[in-house]
Structures are given as structure tokens and as C-alpha cells.
């Protein structure tokens, strides 16, 4: 059973930084491609980062592009978005998501149903 914990939210003020982590359990990091997602109440669960299984090549949405990046250290089955220069549209729960690819495949993924594993969340608060 494949279990993701994500962490490292919270208050900051607009123009700050925060560091989101998502552990993997059940299985290694190495074997998935990974995604950040966020979600406001009241709208459907939006796309922010993707990296590829393999190959580290990693896709934004045009609303995080140049402030937010993904990363993520195998060795530590461990997922991270940094997320610098916040803003307060930025307020949103995160959830990571893990998608076991098919064989060989290099792709990133930024569709929530291409995702068969998520995380709790965490909330993020970006105050103006």
C-alpha cells in the first residue's frame, strides 16, 4: 500500500518562501512520476508541478513558472516544491501525487486522473 505524507505548510507573508516535502512509503520514490496539485474550496483540484520518473524533466503552470520548483531526492524517497516570492493567490491546500508509469516511459503527467495515489494535504496561507 502505497502511502504519501506531505509537509512543510503554513502562514507566511506574501513575498516569502516556503518548502513543501511528500514522503513515500510502501514503495520507493524511484519507481513514480510525481505531481503537486492545490485546491481552494469551492474549485476543482488545479495543476502546479510535475517530474518525470527517470529523467528529472519537470513542467509548471503558468501561474508558478519561475517561482516554484520541484525536486526530488530518491535516495531519501522524498518530494519537494519550493516555493519562493509567494503570493496571496497562492492560498491553497497542496497535495502531492504519485503515478506509476508504463515501462520506459519518460513522461510528466498534469491531469489529476492520470494520478493513482495522493496525499492528505497540506495547507498553505500566503497573507497580503
Known amino acids: 500500500q502505497v502511502h504519501l505524507v506531505e509537509s512543510g505548510g503554513g502562514l507566511v507573508q506574501a513575498g516569502g518562501s516556503l518548502r513543501l516535502s511528500c514522503s513515500i512509503s510502501g514503495d520507493t520514490l524511484s519507481n513514480y512520476a510525481m505531481g503537486w496539485f492545490r485546491r481552494t474550496p469551492g474549485t476543482e483540484r488545479e495543476f502546479v508541478a510535475a517530474?518525470?520518473?527517470?529523467?528529472?524533466?519537470?513542467t509548471y503552470a503558468y501561474s508558478v513558472k519561475g517561482r516554484f520548483t520541484i525536486s526530488r531526492d530518491n535516495a531519501e524517497n522524498t518530494l519537494f516544491l519550493q516555493m519562493d516570492n509567494l503570493k496571496p493567490e497562492d492560498t491553497s491546500v497542496y497535495y502531492c501525487?504519485?503515478?506509476?508509469?508504463?515501462?520506459?516511459?519518460?513522461?510528466?503527467?498534469?491531469?489529476?486522473?492520470?494520478?493513482?495515489?495522493w496525499g492528505q494535504g497540506t495547507q498553505v496561507t500566503v497573507s497580503s
Open positions: 501525487a504519485a503515478k506509476l508509469p508504463r515501462y520506459g516511459s519518460t513522461s510528466y503527467y498534469t491531469r489529476p486522473n492520470d494520478y493513482g495515489y
Open positions: 517530474i518525470t520518473r527517470t529523467t528529472g524533466e519537470t
